[in-house]
């Protein structure tokens, strides 16, 4: 099994910055990926960024150049450093890593953050 815990959601106005981070516990294997999803209300959850242990990171088109992702993997951690916010990237944001060789998906529990004046 493995735990992720999510941290660094918030209020902020637009055009601020947040940092996300999720910290991963337990029976992690290489290749894995982790990334962040996320999704707002009515809507169904969406990529936001992906890093995998070895390869390219991937980003959604509506945060690039705003967004950037990093994990430090000797902490198990991941990271989403978030610039230039607007009310669009109000959402609950949820860490996820998959470990490839099981084929198993995880999810945290999600960090709410919220962009308004």
């Known amino acids: 099994q493995v735990q992720l815990v999510e941290s660094g959601g918030g209020l902020v106005q637009p055009g601020g910055s947040l940092r996300l981070s999720c910290a991963a516990s337990g029976s992690i294997f290489s290749p894995n990926t982790m990334g962040w999803y996320r999704q707002a209300p009515g809507k169904q959850r969406e990529l936001v960024a992906t890093m995998p242990s070895v390869g390219l990171t991937k980003y959604a088109d509506s945060v690039k150049g705003r967004f950037t992702i990093s994990r430090d993997n000797a902490k198990n951690t991941v990271y989403l450093q978030m610039n230039s916010l607007n009310p669009e990237d109000t959402a609950v944001y949820y860490c996820?890593?998959?470990?490839?060789?099981?084929?198993?998906?995880?999810w945290g529990q999600g960090t709410q953050v919220t962009v308004s004046s």
């Open positions: 996820n890593l998959v470990n490839w060789s099981q084929s198993r998906n995880y």
